[in-house]
């Protein structure tokens, strides 16, 4: 049967219109998430400097052994040294007054990089070329410094009074300082031992000769490739490796970015199961509406002879031919609304385009499938089936009830969808509590119903209630077809219920987001204070900064043993604690930091006073370090400081927002508890852009000592990428708010020719027009306000749900909404329904009763 013939029945069209429109939604949502998973992953690539990095303290033995190994994987990688040492200026000359001097030696950070560096992100360096082009602009390379020169920090350059050109010696090579480092993909901040950054050539290395055996250094790896290939290197690597040596997946950082990342690919998958589930309450309508149009048509078949199985390869041919041409369409209008969404919005949104095929195709292809076998065929089934009599005493709805097997089909589809989408979305518990929104609905709209009943008796049998004739009628209406309203409300109530579910926890993430990083986060360290330095630098800092973080003091130390066992036999190797494998930086605070919470325990009221004899103090452990440990409050600590050894107890356990950009310690002791040892401090701080030069210039020239770390290019890079993806959750919220449109479309669609008999018959029997149209107002309004009312009660459930269980967030609840939701839907779908009804209620009784 001729597809073209078919789409100018409007049964059929409003079917393949609601496929059309299903198709293109689920493309565009799943094209959407596959930019965002793109965009996300070169941003943490960036970050990180590749997909995969090995660490060592060593040399690797042989030189090339693990570079043999990624070559063999089919993966780029880059090499790396990273050492600490001292760099002395070359042509400096002599000056006249000692004091005015600027210092000739600098303690710096060298990180030497071979010809691939970097594998991602971008390499800011201000060059002679790009200073007299672009001023402090600077220009991105594609690698490092070539051989014989190196980039130097910026802080250095007043610190030790160069400037481009100038020469530096590191150990027994001098350099030319080609560039000045404005910001590297991959950054280390490292509190202890922190100092300015010098980049230098790989193969500059053995002829500065400070890499000698015995020498503290570190060796990096940095790797990118397929997952596949990154996964084989590290099931053959993990075997080779030693106690020093590690493997870090740049998707598994602790920070920022990794915790936006998690909560941001919950949200897609939120995302698109909403819009998965509002596409099938809308194509369930529309077929239902489909079936009912069809019956005198099958009816009269059947009696011409036609048999159900002819009929059902019939409709079954016509349907196929939909879906596929359906999918065709979906495919290419998605395809050209992302291209023209990324072309209008720019760098607003800058994601990266969706490839043109994908394993991302296989969840619209199979919800078609699902829609097919289990949505469609018991219905089809069951109107073939029915006896062509039956079929011509049409009931009041049209519907035609399914067989108790078709039921049954159709829910034992629901419970495969469900088992599908956990394992596609990798999420039970998000999956459980979103199909809980889709199903519930209908048992709390039948309760609606009855809360409805039971309020309209006992409003008639009271004579004091007074309320107008067209708020009764309508209210009559709706009560007499229980078997029509209820559906209708739980299909608008679920539908909407899922809208702003989505709606409220995209809300919370963008402000979390916001509030990670707000406008007064610290954008500097400082690092390596001296006691007699603290009190004018935090004077110094305070007058020119917007925000300043206490001064911490810094002891380093190594935790030994706990309960009074040696702590390496107490934690298995299993467990690959790190904090075990180096110093800790330890604290002591009288105040809980602004960014920790204590989770058990109790944080020091008293001042610290050693007990009787023992002299143990009481510490605070990070929560995620107590639970690596199997520590608990009360338990037992030694700590190794210098030549000395600490018993302390555990006196609470505390979680920690590692994001905060914050000085932040997995161990606090309490004040007085390490007054023996000398400490250095740490502070952080913001400053705004158009002060921070003078106020770093100051710092530079009387604290030299002080190292200084500046997040700026670090932050603003978090920012940039988390606006932008906002702004594509911003994307995947319309795409739900349309399918939610699309809901509510064909519920109007499905109520048309239902209101035209009604309308009709009752004009027959001499009612006014006028007053008819307001009686269906008010009944839609009632609808609505159930409607908002379900809606509310569910999304409120689920999202406190969903941000305890999956979001890790602190539970709102949403007072505003719960009058503004009812009476907004009420009025929406009363004012939607008077406009869409209209030619369906102008048409003549006569034609309509005909």
Known sequence: MSIRRELRQPAFRIVFYSLCVMCLMLMLMMRLNVALVEKFEQGQRALAGGDLLLDSNRQPEPADRWTTLAREEGLSFSESYEFSTMAAVEDRPAVQDPESALPEFQLVS?????????????????TRGSASNNGDAGER????????????????????????????????????????????????????????????????????????PGSRYEYELNMSGTTERLNAFE???????????????????????????????????????????????????????????????????????MTSDVLLRDYLAKLG???????????????????????????????????LFGWWMLLPAGVVVFVCLFQWYPQLRSLLQAPPASLLRQSEDGSVASSKAGRLWTLVGYALLVVALALYLGSTLLVVVVMALFLVPL????????????????????RHVIYPGTWRSALANILRRPWWVIPQTAAL?????????????????????TTQLPDDAPNHFLINIAPFERADLESLIQDTAKTLQPMYPLI????AEINGEDVKTTVSKEKDVNALNRELNLTWAADLPESNKVVEGEWWSEPYEPQAEEGIVRVSVESLLAQQLDLAVGDGLVFDIGSERLPAVVGSIRSVDWTS???????????????????SYITSFRVDDDRSAALLSTINRNYPTVSILELGPLISRIQVLLKQVGQGLELLLAIVIAAAALVVVVVMLREAPVRAHETALMQALGLDPTSLRSTQRCEFFFIGCASGLLAMVLSQTASLVLQIKVFDMDPTVYWQYWLLLPAGLGLVIALYASFNLRSAMRQQPAAVLK
């Open 321 to 355: 031919m939909g879906l596929l041409l359906a999918l065709t369409f979906g495919w290419a209008a998605s395809l050209g609304l992302e291209r023209g969404l990324f072309a209008l919005l720019g760098e607003q949104v800058d994601l990266p385009a969706s490839p």
């Open 661 to 679: 950009l914050k000085p932040n310690f997995y161990i606090i002791f309490e004040p007085g508890a390490l007054e023996a040892f000398t400490p």
């Open 110 to 126: 060298v990180k030497a990089v071979d010809q691939h560096y970097p594998l991602a992100g971008d390499l800011d360096v201000e």
């Open 556 to 559: 380093r130390g190594r935790l």
């Open 141 to 212: 390379q594609s690698s490092g410094p070539p051989p014989g020169e190196i980039y130097l920090a910026r802080t250095l350059f007043e610190r030790l009074g160069i400037e481009l050109g100038s020469k530096i010696r590191i150990g027994r090579q001098v350099f030319e300082v080609g560039g000045r480092l404005l910001s590297e993909p991959d950054p280390s901040f490292r509190i202890v031992g922190a100092a300015p950054r010098v980049l230098m050539n790989f193969a500059d290395v053995p002829s500065t000769g400070v890499i000698l």
């Open 443 to 462: 048992l709390l709209a039948a309760l609606l119903f009855l809360l409805a009943r039971l309020a309209a008796r006992m409003l008639s049998g009271d």
């Open 493 to 513: 109530g679920g539908t909407f219920g899922l809208l702003l579910t989505v709606f409220l926890i995209r809300t919370e993430l963008i402000t979390q987001w």
């Open 235 to 305: 099931a053959a690597a993990t075997p080779m490796m030693g106690a020093s040596d590690e493997l870090e997946w740049a998707n598994s950082r602790e920070g920022t970015l990794s915790r936006a990342w998690e909560r941001s690919s919950a949200f897609l998958a939120l995302a698109a199961l909403a819009t998965i589930l509002i596409t099938l309450v809308s194509l369930q309508l529309a077929l239902e509406l489909y079936v009912m149009q069809q019956q005198r048509i099958v009816a009269l078949q059947r009696t011409l002879g």
